[in-house]
Each structure stands twice: as structure tokens, then as C-alpha cells.
């Protein structure tokens, strides 16, 4: 079972990146999907879920209107679309399995791993 988060860099803020997640190992779509952050200090941030389905979506207080999640079942895979970044989103963002609904729970079901980096400059 893995999987990726990619699509990191540096970015100035106002400006935009997409993240991808791909997975494999598992029955892609009978698992909701979601995106955490954590930034240097800080606690671990559930970002934004989506449903196995792709019809129903969570996006935290603190991206809401900014960033934008979607799936594609066929080819295993979740996007996380971020606009107008801030320098507070700045932080190493990872995809889990999860639990989505009016917040986005791990299942504790999969590694942590490297996540991808995100660092938006002021």
C-alpha cells in the first residue's frame, strides 16, 4: 500500500501549486482521501478530504476558498488545488487514507513518509 504526495516547491505568495497523491496497493475508491500539513513547530493540520465517490468534500477553515481538492478514480489519484498561498501555508503536506466529513480523521492506516514540501515566500 503507498501513497505519494508530490507537486511541492517554492512559491511566492498570491501564487498557486497542485499537489497530486497516487495511489496503489488498495481499492482506491472505497477509501475517502485527505491532506495534512504540518509546518515547523506546529501541530499536524487535517487540510482538506474528499469522499471515495468524489462527491462530497472538507476543506479546513484555513484554506477554505483557496484550495480546491478533487480526484480521478481512474487513475488513482488526488489533487489538491492551492491558490492565492499564503506564507502560513508554508509546511510538509502529506495524503492519507481518511475518514471525511465535517473534518478530516486518519485512519491510521498508512505510513507518514516524506510527504512533499511546500514553502510559500513572503
Known amino acids: 500500500v503507498q501513497l505519494q504526495a508530490f507537486g511541492g516547491g517554492l512559491v511566492q505568495a498570491g501564487g498557486s501549486l497542485t499537489l497530486s497523491c497516487a495511489a496503489s496497493?488498495?481499492?482506491?475508491?472505497?477509501?475517502?482521501i485527505g491532506w495534512f500539513r504540518q509546518a515547523p513547530g506546529k501541530e499536524r493540520e487535517g487540510v482538506s478530504c474528499?469522499?471515495?465517490?468524489?462527491?462530497?468534500?472538507y476543506s479546513a477553515g484555513s484554506v477554505k476558498g483557496r484550495f480546491t481538492i478533487s480526484k480521478d478514480n481512474a487513475k488513482n489519484t488526488v489533487y489538491l488545488q492551492m491558490n492565492s498561498l499564503k506564507p502560513e501555508d508554508t509546511g510538509v503536506y502529506y495524503c492519507?487514507?481518511?475518514?471525511?466529513?465535517?473534518?478530516?480523521?486518519?485512519?491510521?492506516?498508512?505510513?507518514w513518509g516524506q510527504g512533499t514540501q511546500v514553502t510559500v515566500s513572503s
Open positions: 492519507r487514507r481518511v475518514i471525511c466529513g465535517f473534518g478530516v480523521k486518519d485512519r491510521g492506516l498508512d505510513d
Open positions: 496497493g488498495f481499492t482506491f475508491d472505497g477509501y475517502d
Open positions: 474528499i469522499s471515495m465517490s468524489g462527491g462530497s468534500t
